[in-house]
């Protein structure tokens, strides 16, 4: 995969990363770490700007989380709800624990949006809930934006800063987000037994 987003960005400058950063949002195995680094590099010996990569790069990332926001909000709570009467039984999940979930959301929502934009994987799924939860569109925007700004600042100035070796960070953020994985698997599991203790 590495090779063919190398190969769309050299071959189609801006628009290609711009698309790929987009897809990288809706679909998160695409890894924005290589765009973002090869990006940087490119702007050593390309017409490419560091200006230019990280703009294209976060209109991208909007796009794609406006996108998953949309998503969100089409699904909400009132058809969550249905779906659990259906199969709430099965799932073990109550009305109950949707608007618990929804109201936690609605209360730290907004701060979650914005630290999430660090977080592989995360960093694009967290637009549904957001959606789902009817986030005020204006300040998800907002806080989308500057998140997603920082964290691709950090990535195209880090592959203009070590050039050739862009791939060796690459290496350090898979690292970054097999850790990241770990710590949300363990964390997922933790979450799952407490839950099975209290409906036992």
């Not at 050299?10 to 790929?20: C, K, P, S």
């Not at 789902?132 to 997603?148: A, D, K, Q, Y």
């Not at 350090?172 to 964390?187: C, E, G, K, T």
Request: overall charge neutral; proline content about 2%.
């Amino acid at each position: 995969m590495q090779n063919w987003i190398m190969s769309v960005m050299e071959d189609f400058g801006y628009m290609g990363i711009l698309l790929l950063i987009a897809l990288e949002n809706i679909f998160p195995p695409i890894p924005s770490e290589v765009i973002l680094t090869f990006g940087g590099f490119m702007t050593i010996h390309t017409s490419l700007s560091v200006i230019g990569v990280v703009t294209v790069s976060t209109i991208g990332s909007v796009l794609g989380a406006i996108i998953l926001y949309g998503v969100g909000a089409m699904i909400d709570i009132n058809r969550m709800e249905k779906i659990i009467e259906k199969w709430g039984h099965i799932l073990r999940v109550t009305k109950d624990d949707l608007y618990k979930a929804n109201n936690w959301f609605n209360k730290y929502g907004l701060w979650t949006i914005f630290l999430c934009r660090f977080i592989p994987l995360i960093r694009s799924l967290i637009s549904i809930p957001a959606g789902m939860s009817h986030i005020n569109f204006g300040l998800f925007l907002l806080l989308t934006t500057l998140g997603t700004f920082i964290w691709n600042v950090t990535l195209v100035s880090i592959g203009v800063a070590v050039g050739n070796q862009w791939e060796t960070i690459v290496g350090y953020m898979d690292i970054y987000s097999n850790i990241v994985y770990a710590v949300l698997a363990l964390l997922l599991i933790s979450l799952v037994i407490v839950w099975i203790r209290k409906r036992s």
